[in-house]
């Protein structure tokens, strides 16, 4: 009987330590509060640089004026002087690459030049198309760009 006595007692000891630890209430884990974080600083926006020249205005004509102005056109004929004027202003002088490109209406380019100048202040530089031969009649796009970048919008022109 003696193993029954220490069965049981070992027993009773198994049954109070899981009864104990039933009722014993559970702790929560402690969770740190979170760390204040700061919100990353904005990247700066690059503050774009000022030109150091712009385009203000773009002609296409065939004749200039002593000041080298041009008076609009929109029709050339066969055998005229295309000239492109482009008017820029610069705050300070600065080289500036003028590239005038005339594209006739089947894509293919028909002329292009490009004018390097030192601009200073309001200034004017055309750019003069000629052709040993007569134009191919038809429609031309005339682009202009002002080192690198587009200035104005595509124009039109014809030759008939």
Known sequence: MKHNRISYALAAALVGTVA???CKKKEEPVVAPPAAVEPAPAPAEPVPAPMPVSATSVTVGNTAAADKSVAAVGMFGVKDKIIVSVKTDAATPANAAIDAKLTFQDGQVAAQQTANVV????????IEFTKATNWPAGKYKV??????QPVG????????
């Not at 601009?119 to 055309?126: L, M, P, Q, S, W």
């Not at 682009?143 to 690198?148: H, P, Q, R, S």
């Not at 919008?153 to 008939?160: A, F, L, N």
């Open 20 to 22: 104990l630890a039933g």
């Open 119 to 126: 601009a200073g202040g309001a200034d004017t530089t055309n």
């Open 143 to 148: 682009d202009v760009t002002l080192n690198g």
């Open 153 to 160: 919008m595509t124009q039109e022109i014809e030759v008939k």
